[in-house]
């Protein structure tokens, strides 16, 4: 049986989606909003010794993103609730995977959000961890879209409040490049993975990143109000790094991502009044 933490969020929908059929438990929040403390791994334990169908594996979909939410908040769930059940579980030989942010590979400034310096110190986590317990993988994932609405304060997000409006929409020259995954391809992928032998730190990659400018446009021009865009209202980010691109693994190779220039102007759309 695999349990889903976080099954209510946008990657944790996407997973309950995916392994439909399968056996999964989908526990309240309730249950696990506490499993960050300190003396928690007893009882993370208990929990899952006592599920009669027995748990081969756990997927920790919850976490923080918002950046407007305290540090704190941020290392509570993002790094201590995943890191105890990552030691409640290992003396059990489950399978425990987590999710991160590409950011942690590239961020100059690890401090500068909570949620990177609280996700970057998971990664380090669960790669000591896996050296002795080989059952811990922690995925880094890129922009997710899809799902529900998009958060307001993502990019995504931004476009959209701009599109409802009809307000201009500012941005920077957006020379940085960005890959977008809809989150169903993404739980696809994570599929794919959590069947693999893989361990350690790892990043889903797709390969065919896009500008935030050419996103931008293709967006807007699809949905017929270019006349909202204001590229380069707004000073480039100096933390960029606009030529970075990243690989598929070996693993993925075969496997279908959409087009973000297509979906994202229909992703969008769905959430536009008709």
């Given at each position: 049986?695999?349990?889903?933490?976080?099954?209510?969020?946008?990657?944790?929908?996407?997973?309950?989606?995916?392994?439909?059929?399968?056996?999964?438990?989908?526990?309240d929040?309730?249950?696990?909003?506490?499993?960050?403390?300190?003396?928690?791994?007893?009882?993370?334990?208990?929990?899952?010794?006592?599920?009669?169908e027995?748990?081969?594996?756990?997927?920790i979909?919850?976490?923080?993103?918002?950046?407007?939410a305290?540090?704190?908040?941020?290392?509570?769930?993002?790094?201590?609730?995943?890191?105890?059940?990552?030691?409640?579980?290992?003396?059990?030989?489950?399978?425990?995977?987590?999710?991160?942010?590409?950011?942690?590979?590239?961020?100059?400034?690890?401090?500068?959000?909570?949620?990177?310096?609280?996700?970057?110190?998971?990664?380090?986590?669960?790669?000591?961890q896996?050296?002795?317990?080989?059952?811990?993988?922690?995925?880094?994932?890129?922009?997710?879209?899809?799902?529900?609405?998009?958060?307001?304060?993502?990019?995504?997000?931004?476009?959209?409040?701009?599109?409802?409006?009809?307000t201009?929409?500012?941005?920077?020259?957006?020379?940085?490049?960005?890959?977008?995954?809809?989150?169903e391809?993404?739980?696809?992928?994570?599929?794919?993975?959590?069947?693999?032998?893989?361990?350690?730190?790892?990043?889903?990659?797709?390969?065919?990143?896009?500008?935030?400018?050419?996103?931008?446009?293709?967006?807007?021009?699809?949905?017929g109000?270019?006349?909202?865009?204001?590229?380069?209202?707004?000073?480039?980010p100096?933390?960029?790094?606009?030529?970075?691109?990243?690989?598929?693994?070996?693993?993925?190779?075969?496997?279908?991502f959409?087009?973000?220039?297509?979906?994202?102007?229909?992703y969008?759309?769905?959430?536009?009044?008709?």
């Amino acid at each position: 049986m695999k349990i889903v933490l976080g099954a209510r969020g946008r990657l944790g929908s996407a997973l309950m989606a995916e392994f439909n059929g399968q056996r999964v438990l989908a526990p309240d929040r309730r249950v696990y909003e506490d499993w960050w403390e300190a003396d928690a791994v007893p009882k993370i334990r208990n929990y899952l010794l006592g599920q009669a169908e027995g748990v081969q594996m756990i997927l920790i979909a919850a976490g923080v993103i918002d950046p407007a939410a305290s540090p704190l908040e941020h290392d509570r769930v993002n790094r201590l609730l995943p890191q105890q059940v990552i030691l409640a579980a290992a003396s059990l030989n489950i399978r425990v995977i987590t999710f991160g942010t590409m950011m942690e590979a590239i961020a100059l400034d690890m401090g500068r959000t909570g949620y990177v310096a609280s996700k970057a110190a998971l990664a380090r986590f669960v790669e000591e961890q896996s050296r002795t317990h080989g059952y811990s993988l922690h995925l880094r994932v890129h922009t997710l879209y899809g799902g529900g609405p998009p958060d307001p304060f993502m990019f995504t997000g931004q476009m959209l409040t701009a599109l409802r409006e009809g307000t201009p929409f500012l941005m920077s020259p957006g020379a940085q490049l960005r890959e977008y995954h809809h989150v169903e391809d993404e739980a696809r992928a994570i599929a794919i993975l959590a069947r693999s032998r893989t361990h350690g730190v790892a990043q889903i990659d797709h390969g065919d990143p896009i500008s935030l400018a050419e996103l931008a446009q293709t967006t807007f021009r699809a949905l017929g109000r270019v006349d909202l865009l204001r590229i380069g209202a707004l000073p480039q980010p100096s933390h960029e790094n606009p030529d970075l691109r990243f690989e598929r693994m070996p693993a993925l190779r075969d496997h279908s991502f959409r087009d973000v220039r297509i979906a994202m102007p229909s992703y969008l759309a769905d959430h536009l009044p008709s």
